[in-house]
C-alpha cells in the first residue's frame, strides 16, 4: 500500500509540473512580443524577459505564422519614404543619417534619389519624393515649401595634393590653370561667379562645367585643373589628402544646408528620418 501511495504522490508531482512548465519543444526560443526587437538580437536558445506586453512561443510555430509575426521588420513593411539628395551631402552626411535611421525605423524603406538642385526641385514639387537634403532653396523656390536648416558649408577651390600652384594665392591660380565650375544650374554658382567678379575673374570661361565627385576629382587628379565646389562633397578626398584647398577668405562663398519639403501630411518615419538629420547635423563641420 505504501508503495501504491508513493507512487500516486510522484505521478501527481509530475502533473503539476507539466501544468506549471510549458511541454519541452516549446521551451527553446522566447520571442519577445515587439517582432523588430526580436529581428535585430535574433533569436537565442537561452529564454529571455520579454517585454511588458508579455512573450511569444517562437520557435514551434508554422513557417507563415513566423513570417507574419516578422513581417514589420522588413524594409518597407512600415511604408516607403523618397529622398531627394544633393551631392553635398550625398557622400558623407546622408549616409550617417541613413544608417541611423535604420537602427530606429527598420521597417522603413528609404528610397534615395540623387541629382542637381533643379532636377530634385522638380520631383519634390510633383510629389515624387517626400524629403528633399541639401542647400538652402533660392527665395523664387520657397514658396510653399518649408525649410529646416542643418548646418553651415562653404564653397572651396581645390587642386590635386602637389599641385604646381600650391600655396600661391587664389587671384594668381586662377589665371593660370584650368578652370572647373559648378554647372550654371547649381545653387552655389552665383556665389562663384560673384567671388570670380570680386578678384578680377569676371566672366572667366570654365574648362569645364560639374559637381560631379566622380568626373571633377577625375580631372584634378590627372591634370592641373582647379575646381570651385562645396565642400561636403570633396571632404573625404581632402581629408585623405588626395585633393588641396586654395584659401579663398571670401564668407560669402558659405551658405544653409538642410532638409526642404512639401508642407503637406508626411509619410510613416518622416519625423523620426528629420530627427536623425538634425540630430548628426548639430556641430556637423564637412
Do not use: N
Not at 559637381?211 to 584634378?220: E, V
Request: contains cysteine; aromatic residues 6%.
Amino acid at each position: 500500500m505504501a508503495d501504491g501511495d508513493a507512487e500516486d504522490r510522484a505521478e501527481a508531482k509530475a502533473d503539476d509540473r507539466a501544468h506549471d512548465e510549458p511541454p519541452d519543444q516549446f521551451r527553446h526560443v522566447i520571442l519577445p512580443v515587439d517582432p523588430c526587437a526580436s529581428c535585430r538580437s535574433g533569436p537565442t536558445t537561452k529564454p529571455r524577459s520579454g517585454s511588458l506586453a508579455g512573450t511569444c512561443v517562437f520557435r514551434r510555430l508554422s513557417v507563415p505564422t513566423r513570417a507574419l509575426l516578422l513581417q514589420p521588420c522588413r524594409p518597407g513593411a512600415g511604408g516607403t519614404i523618397r529622398v531627394g539628395v544633393l551631392p553635398t551631402v550625398a557622400t558623407r552626411f546622408f549616409p550617417l543619417v541613413v544608417l541611423r535611421f535604420r537602427t530606429l525605423r527598420p521597417d522603413v524603406r528609404l528610397a534615395v534619389e540623387t541629382g542637381p538642385h533643379f532636377y530634385l526641385m522638380r520631383l519634390l514639387r510633383e510629389g515624387d519624393i517626400d524629403l528633399m537634403v541639401g542647400r538652402l532653396p533660392g527665395a523664387s523656390e520657397i514658396a510653399g515649401l518649408t525649410f529646416d536648416h542643418l548646418y553651415e558649408e562653404e564653397v572651396v577651390l581645390v587642386a590635386r595634393a602637389g599641385h604646381p600652384l600650391a600655396g600661391r594665392a587664389a587671384a594668381e591660380v586662377l589665371g593660370h590653370a584650368p578652370l572647373i565650375l559648378p554647372p550654371e544650374t547649381a545653387l552655389i554658382r552665383r556665389q562663384v561667379d560673384d567671388y570670380l567678379a570680386s578678384v578680377g575673374f569676371a566672366g572667366q570661361s570654365p574648362a569645364v562645367e560639374t559637381a560631379s565627385l566622380a568626373l571633377g576629382r577625375g580631372i584634378c587628379l590627372a591634370s592641373d585643373a582647379v575646381w570651385f565646389i562645396s565642400r561636403g562633397v570633396v571632404a573625404e578626398e581632402l581629408e585623405r589628402g588626395v585633393l588641396t584647398v586654395f584659401p579663398l577668405g571670401a564668407r560669402f562663398l558659405s551658405g544653409a544646408v538642410g532638409l526642404t519639403r512639401r508642407q503637406v501630411a508626411s509619410p510613416a518615419g518622416l519625423a523620426t528620418l528629420e530627427e536623425v538629420a538634425r540630430q548628426i547635423g548639430q556641430g556637423w563641420a564637412p
